[in-house]
């Protein structure tokens, strides 16, 4: 199983500062054997808004880092060209030396479309045709579109990359037919656990494992599950430092949280919801994300989960790091994530 770092959430600070958290973070993966560094597209909210395009940050680590893999989780295809998708990751990954992997979603929050009204319907159609472009484009393969006045014309996009073959993920919130869709178009996998408990996932994995073509190559078959992560050397000690600035991350991203996981309280607005209500269901949240959907405790604690999620057949655990507990203090326990990833990989190769 591998380990890496994603990113999501909250900054701190202004101008650079805000970016600390994201820029250490990566050094110490980068020096410390993590297997990648994850960073998001999103828009219009604060939950996730230090990322608009994942490219963008992904340069600024290619520059800065020697062995870390730099990864899109996710590049929202529906809201680009893709020819742009393929010039600029084809930069990210000379500038890493051959570094990069994108996972590709299709949108989920109409008010991210307002750059692209036209693609929110038929988005998750078009998500498809984007992933193949890209590859094509990556491929240094033409493609055919249509020029400003209309006009067939053949495009290349250039810098040509290093890699031949581009990683690519499909990003799933947990539909099946998502994760046979990544299987059926071998694809690599990316999920989490809104929504979704330990059982669920994996009959879902087995659906993905079960459409994957008999031959695979780059990216397929491999299941990355992303995880809120914070370690250290008293569980008690770990809830309390987690509990205030996890419990505002849950209230100021509810909506979106509610969206992609209704089964938190199905049909419920949390717009309307008076305070005590409101209170019970950050609450509730924080308490199922503690004990079941994270990566929270110590090290000891890491290696349960672990044996849990390796039975379930997750082959990645991309560590959300960035949900609001101080830069420093998040800095500081990498060493436990550190050392509970020594722990499992010593195990596995005692084995």
């Known amino acids: 199983m591998h380990f890496s770092l994603f990113y999501f959430a909250d ?20 020096t410390h054997g993590f297997h990648a560094v994850w960073t998001p597209e999103r828009h219009f909210h604060e939950f996730g808004g230090l990322y608009p ?48 992997g994108l996972s590709f979603a299709p949108g989920w929050h109409a008010n991210d479309f ?22 094509t484009l990556w491929h240094r393969d033409s493609v055919e579109l ?32 998502t994760f046979r869709q990544a299987g059926e178009l071998g694809l690599g996998l990316l999920t989490h656990l809104l929504g979704q408990d330990p059982d669920d996932l994996a009959k879902k994995i087995a659906l993905y494992r079960e459409a994957l073509p008999a031959t695979t190559r780059g990216a397929a078959g491999n299941v990355v599950l992303m995880l809120h992560t914070f370690l250290g050397t008293n569980r008690e000690q ?28 199905p049909g419920v607005d949390p717009n309307e919801l008076d305070e005590d209500d409101l209170q019970f269901l950050v609450d ?7 004990e079941t959907s994270g990566l929270f405790g110590t090290v000891e604690d890491g290696l349960r989960t672990l044996d849990g999620l390796a039975a379930l057949g997750v082959d990645e655990v991309a560590c959300l790091i960035d949900f609001g507990v101080d830069p420093d203090e998040v800095l500081a326990a990498l060493h ?10 010593a195990r596995g190769a005692t084995a």
């Open 53 to 100: 395009n994942p490219a963008v940050t992904g340069a600024a680590l290619a520059t800065m880092t020697e062995h870390v893999a730099i990864r899109a989780g996710s590049v929202v295809g529906p809201l680009h060209h893709p020819v742009r998708i393929a010039e600029e990751w084809s930069v990210v990954d000379n500038l890493s030396d051959g570094r990069v």
């Open 238 to 265: 770990v809830r309390e430092t987690v509990r205030k600035p996890f419990s505002d991350y849950i209230r100021s991203s509810l909506g979106l949280i509610m969206k992609a996981a209704g089964d938190i309280l």
């Open 284 to 290: 509730r949240s924080f308490d199922r994300y503690f």
């Open 146 to 177: 249509p020029d400003g006045e209309g006009t067939a014309v053949q495009v290349r996009s250039y810098p040509a990359p290093v890699q031949a073959d581009l990683p690519i993920w499909l990003t799933s919130a947990g539909s099946p037919d």
């Open 336 to 345: 436990h994530l550190d050392e509970l990833k020594n722990a499992w990989q």
């Open 114 to 135: 307002v750059l692209r009204p036209d693609n929110y319907a038929d988005r998750r159609r078009l998500l498809i045709e984007t992933i193949e472009t890209v590859r």
């Open 11 to 30: 900054g701190r600070g202004e101008g650079r500062d805000q970016y600390r958290l994201l820029l250490d973070g990566a050094r110490f993966a980068d």
